[in-house]
C-alpha cells in the first residue's frame, strides 16, 4: 500500500515536471543546423522559417550552418546532441537518399531522430554557366553527350539534392561528367557565375535571381509541371528524361527523445511560419509555396521520410553510386 502510494507521488510529481517543463519551452535560445553551408537553398528557406518561429516560440532560432559530406556531417550532429528541444535539424530529400548512398553512416536515419514537420517541396533546374554553347535543352543534352569528359558538375557532395539531380543527369545522358563537390551549393553557386564550373542541378531558391538576371543559363525543371517562375523552361520528363521528376522536399527534426512537447510546440510554430503572407510570398518569389499546415506535423514528416527512402533506394542501388 505504502509502496502503491510513493509509486503515485511520484508518478504525480514526474507529471507535473513534465507541465512544468512544457509551459517554460523554450526558456532559451534554440539552434537550427542546416546540413550545408551559408547562403545555398537550404540555408534560405531555413532563415525564412527561422525568423517566424522565433517570433511565435518567444526565443530566438539561430540558424548553423555545418556544410561537409553531403549534408550527413549536419545530421550527424543533431542525431548526437542532447534531446532537449534545444537543437533542430532543417534538412532536405538528401536525409532520404543518404540512408542508402551511406553504408556506414554514423547515424542510423531512421531511428535517430524525432519530427517536426514539413517545410516545403522545391523543384530544381539544370543550370550551366553564362557563356555554355547550348541554347535549348535538347542541344545542352547532345552537348554534355558529346564533351562529357571535359565538363564539370557542381555539387554539394553525395547525399545533396545537386548529387542526386546530377546523378540522374548523368545516367540519362550516359555522360560520366567530372563532378566538383562543395560544401553547399551558394559556394558552388560563386563557381557557377565565375565560369569556374560548367553544369549545376540546383533548387530553384538557389538560382531563380541569377536566371532571371541572366548571370547563369537554365535548360530544365525537374517538375511534373512547367514553372509559373519560367514558363519557356522545359521539364526534364517532357523531354524525355522521365526519371528526372522529383521535388526537394525540406522538413525539420530533433534529437531522439527529444520531448514531445517540445517537438510539437516546434511543430506549432513552424505551422505559424508558414502561414505567414510574408513567407509565403518570398516562398512564391523562388519558385516553392509553404506547406499546407496538416504536413507540417511529425506524422507527415515520418511518414514521407519512410516512403522517401523506400522510393530511392532501388534507384541508388541499380546506379551503384555509394559514398563509401
Ligand atoms: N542545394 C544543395 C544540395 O544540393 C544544398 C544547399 O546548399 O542548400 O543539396
Known amino acids: ?12 510529481s514526474l507529471t507535473m515536471a513534465g507541465a512544468a517543463w512544457a509551459q517554460d519551452y523554450p526558456s532559451r535560445q534554440i539552434t537550427m543546423v542546416v546540413p550545408f553551408a551559408a547562403g545555398g537553398p537550404t540555408d534560405t528557406v531555413a532563415r525564412l522559417v527561422a525568423e517566424k518561429m522565433s517570433g511565435d516560440l518567444g526565443q530566438q532560432v539561430i540558424v548553423e550552418n555545418v556544410g561537409g559530406a553531403g549534408g550527413t556531417l549536419g545530421a550527424g550532429r543533431v542525431a548526437a546532441a542532447e534531446a532537449d528541444g534545444y537543437t533542430v535539424l532543417l534538412h532536405h530529400i538528401g536525409m532520404a537518399t543518404s540512408a542508402t548512398l551511406y553504408r556506414n553512416l554514423a547515424y542510423d536515419t531512421l531511428n535517430a531522430f524525432e519530427y517536426v514537420g514539413l517545410v516545403t517541396e522545391v523543384p530544381m533546374v539544370i543550370t550551366a554557366r553564362k557563356d555554355f554553347e547550348p541554347t535549348d535543352f535538347a542541344a545542352f543534352q547532345e552537348y554534355v553527350k558529346a564533351n562529357a569528359d571535359t565538363l564539370t558538375l557542381a555539387n554539394a557532395g553525395i547525399g545533396a539534392a545537386s548529387h542526386l539531380c546530377g546523378m540522374l543527369l548523368m545516367q540519362a545522358l550516359d555522360a560520366p561528367l ?27 531558391t538557389n538560382t531563380t535571381q541569377q536566371i532571371k538576371g541572366g548571370t547563369i543559363k537554365a535548360y530544365a ?35 531522439k527523445g527529444t520531448p514531445t512537447e517540445a517537438t510539437e510546440r516546434l511543430s506549432t510554430a513552424l505551422q505559424t511560419a508558414l502561414a505567414d503572407e510574408g513567407v509565403a510570398k518570398a516562398m512564391a518569389d523562388l519558385g516553392t509555396a509553404p506547406e499546407p499546415a496538416e504536413n507540417a506535423t511529425p506524422a507527415a514528416l515520418k511518414a514521407k521520410l519512410e516512403s522517401e527512402i523506400a522510393r530511392w533506394k532501388p534507384i541508388i542501388e541499380a546506379a551503384g553510386v555509394f559514398a563509401d
Not at 1 to 12: D, E
Not at 198 to 203: A, E, G, K, V
Not at 224 to 251: C, K, V, Y
Open 178 to 204: 567530372v563532378t566538383v563537390p562543395y560544401k553547399g551549393t551558394g559556394p558552388a553557386m560563386t563557381d557557377l557565375l565565375g565560369g569556374q564550373t560548367d553544369i549545376m542541378c540546383d533548387q530553384t
Open 1 to 12: 500500500m505504502a509502496y502503491t502510494k510513493i509509486v503515485a507521488a511520484v508518478a504525480a
Open 221 to 255: 525543371v525537374t517538375s511534373p509541371e512547367r514553372l509559373d517562375l519560367f514558363p519557356d523552361l522545359p521539364t526534364a520528363a517532357e523531354s524525355g528524361l522521365e526519371a528526372m521528376q522529383f521535388g526537394i522536399w525540406h522538413g525539420i527534426y530533433a534529437p
